[in-house]
């Protein structure tokens, strides 16, 4: 089992910039796909970006693309999150997810193991 810990969020102003961070733990994420989802208030859960294991392919959901960049660290055993130009919008709880395949699909059924979530708050 691999267990994941965010970190990162908190409050910041809009068109601001905030970088989370996602941990592992009891294994390494080289074999693992990864991706980040997030959950506003009220809304379900949805896709922000992914990233493939070997780190060569990436994909945004379209509200975030060329705001948020997805990047791993194989070393430190992370993956990060930054998010630039932030906006009322992103406000929600952010995951991190992991899942045994080579590459994500941004669909949550596929992903194994979650965090625990950090809250991003964006003021306007």
């Known amino acids: 089992q691999v267990q994941l810990v965010e970190s990162g969020g908190g409050l910041v102003q809009a068109g601001g910039s905030l970088r989370l961070s996602c941990a592992a733990s009891?294994?390494?994420?080289?074999?693992?796909?990864m991706a980040w989802f997030r959950q506003a208030s009220g809304k379900e859960r949805e896709f922000v970006a992914g990233i493939s294991w070997f780190g060569a392919i990436t994909n945004y959901a379209e509200s975030v693309k060329g705001r948020f960049t997805i990047s791993r660290d194989y070393a430190k055993n992370t993956v990060s999150l930054q998010m630039n130009s932030l906006k009322a919008d992103d406000t929600a709880v952010y995951y991190c997810?992991?899942?045994?395949?080579?590459?994500?699909?941004?669909?949550?059924?596929?992903?194994?193991?979650w965090g625990q979530g950090t809250q991003v708050t964006v003021s306007s």
């Open positions: 997810a992991a899942v045994s395949d080579p590459y994500e699909s941004g669909r949550i059924r596929q992903y194994d193991y």
């Open positions: 009891g294994g390494t994420l080289s074999r693992y796909a």
